[in-house]
């Protein structure tokens, strides 16, 4: 079946470390996004990518890095830089054109910081 | 920027019987999407419903319907017979019109709680 796969589940990381959260998916959309969700904020937009070797920054972008080298995966790297890093983080994908405007997410990943 | 405002941060509904939750959205745009989403405790999460704005006509999917407005911008979820199974987040969400990549843009929830 086609879907999104993130890993891992949870994670946990200590302070001043990095750490890179793994999506990938077997759907052949063109694009493909990474939300954080936070306790009453509801998903903001950290970066998305519309084709490979290509991806934006989003609302809340600063400490976080990505890279979209397969179409295939779009691995989000929480980096030190990130002040406030424990959160559950989704990502999702969406195909090409306006018929394909359906965002499809995986499971999530859940990172706290100790 | 478009912003999406969701003014009920927690509902709570008997079994069997109807819930609207409401969504407001401030968008200069003429085209563009709005969406329901559905986070149940596993954090999974699935489309409940989408309306094109173009469209005048609300959307329905089964026991799930919208009341789009759109002079008022406003886009609220009825949901009938209430189940045990539909309690969970809701989201509303907002992407603006065409085929570009532009991701959503989210309310912050609204936490419906069925009770049996």
């Known amino acids: 079946d086609g879907g999104i796969t993130q890993s891992p589940k949870y994670l946990f990381r200590k302070e001043g470390q990095n750490v890179t959260l793994s999506c990938e998916q077997n759907?052949?959309?063109?694009?493909m996004y990474w939300y954080r969700q936070d306790p009453g904020q509801g998903l903001r937009l950290i970066y998305y990518?519309?084709?490979?070797?290509?991806?934006q920054k989003g609302d809340i972008a600063e400490g976080y890095s990505v890279s979209r080298e397969k179409k295939e995966s779009f691995p989000l790297t929480v980096t030190s830089a990130q002040k406030n890093p424990t959160a559950f983080y989704l990502c999702a994908s969406k195909g090409r054109g306006r018929v394909a405007n359906v965002l499809t997410f995986g499971a999530g990943s859940r990172l706290t910081v100790l | 920027a478009q912003t999406v405002t969701q003014s009920q941060p927690e509902m709570s509904v008997q079994e069997a019987e109807t819930v609207t939750l409401s969504c407001t959205y401030d968008t200069s745009e003429s085209d563009y999407y709005l969406f329901w989403y559905k986070q149940p405790p596993s954090r999974q999460m699935i489309l409940v419903i989408r309306?094109?704005?173009?469209?005048?006509q609300n959307a329905t999917e089964n026991r799930f319907s919208v009341n789009f407005q759109k002079a008022a911008k406003s886009f609220s979820l009825k949901i009938s017979d209430s189940q045990l199974g539909d309690a969970a987040m809701y989201f509303c969400?907002?992407?603006?019109?065409?085929?570009?990549?532009?991701?959503?843009?989210f309310g912050k929830g609204t936490h419906l709680i069925i009770q049996p």
């Open positions: 309306q094109e704005a173009y469209k005048q």
């Open positions: 969400a907002y992407r603006s019109g065409g085929g570009g990549a532009d991701g959503l843009t």
């Open positions: 759907l052949n959309h063109d694009a």
């Open positions: 990518s519309q084709i490979v070797n290509d991806f």
